[in-house]
C-alpha cells in the first residue's frame, strides 16, 4: 500500500508551509510508493538528488499541484529503475525566479542510469513572475561511454510543458523512448525542443507524438519517429533513418 504523503506530515493549501524537508526525506528512505492527496504544496527548500526507485501518485494534474518557491531544479533523478510519476502538476512561483528544471532525469557516469522510468498525466506550468529554463530533462550525456550507454527507455504519456524559457523538453543520449506530450510558449516563453547527443553515441528508438511541433531541434539522432498534424521550424544535423510523419 502507497503511504499517504499527509501521514508523513506533508500540509496542502498553506503556502507558509515548507513541505521540502518531508518530501526530502521520503525521497531518500527506503519506501517506494506515495499517495499525495487533493491539495497545493509549497516547497520553499530544494530537495536532494533521488538515487532509489520511487513512485509518486497524484490525484490528478490539476488537483495534486506541488509550486516551486526555491532556487534550482526541482525533482532531480540520478538512479533507480523504474520510477513512476503519476497525476500531478508542477508549477514554480515568483519567489523561485527563472532557472531550472521541473524533473531532470540526469544519468551519471558513478551510478546506474535512471532508466525504465514513466511520466504519466504530468503538467509542468509557470506562475506570472517565474519561469522554468528546463521543462523536462532526460539526459544520458554523462554516460556517453558507459555500457549500456545515455539513458533509456523512457516513457512520457499526456504530458503538458509550459512556461520555459530555454526547452520544454531536452533530451541527450536517449536510447529508446515513448513520449507523448503537448509544449506551449507560455507567456511569450519558448516551446522548443531539443534531442541531441555529444561524439559517436546519437540518440536512437525515439517515437514522438504530438498535436504540434512547432521549434524541434533533432540533432545527432538515428532510427526515430516524429508525428505531428502540424509542423513549424524542425532542425536536423547528423540524423540517419529519421522520419517525421
Known amino acids: ?62 488537483h495534486t499541484v506541488f509550486i516551486r518557491e526555491h532556487v534550482g531544479d526541482f525533482l532531480r533523478i540520478n538512479s533507480g529503475f523504474g520510477h513512476v510519476l503519476r497525476d500531478f502538476g508542477i508549477v514554480t512561483a515568483s519567489p523561485a525566479g527563472a532557472g531550472g528544471m521541473a524533473i531532470n532525469f540526469k544519468a551519471l557516469a558513478t551510478m546506474d542510469s535512471p532508466d525504465y522510468s514513466s511520466l504519466e498525466n504530468i503538467l509542468v506550468t509557470a506562475w506570472s513572475g517565474s519561469s522554468w529554463s528546463i521543462g523536462i530533462a532526460l539526459d544520458g550525456v554523462d554516460r556517453v561511454d558507459s555500457s549500456p550507454s545515455g539513458i533509456r527507455d523512457m516513457n512520457l504519456s499526456n504530458c503538458f510543458i509550459f512556461g520555459c524559457n530555454t526547452f520544454t523538453l531536452y533530451c541527450n543520449t536517449l536510447h529508446g523512448a515513448n513520449l507523448n506530450l503537448q509544449v506551449f510558449p507560455a507567456g511569450g516563453l519558448t516551446n522548443k525542443i531539443q534531442f541531441n547527443a555529444w561524439g559517436h553515441n546519437p540518440c536512437s528508438g525515439i517515437i514522438l507524438t504530438a498535436p504540434v511541433l512547432t521549434d524541434v531541434d533533432i540533432w545527432n539522432v538515428r532510427d526515430s519517429v516524429f508525428t505531428a498534424p502540424a509542423y513549424g521550424v524542425i532542425s536536423q544535423i547528423n540524423t540517419t533513418n529519421v522520419r517525421l510523419l
Open 1 to 62: 500500500m502507497p503511504i499517504n504523503a499527509l501521514d508523513i506530515g506533508m500540509i496542502p493549501d498553506d503556502d507558509t508551509f515548507d513541505n521540502g524537508p518531508i518530501l526530502n526525506a521520503f525521497l531518500q528512505g527506503d519506501d517506494v510508493c506515495l499517495f499525495v492527496p487533493k491539495g497545493n504544496y509549497t516547497f520553499k527548500t530544494q530537495m536532494d538528488p533521488v538515487t532509489k526507485v520511487k513512485h509518486i501518485q497524484g490525484v490528478s494534474l490539476s
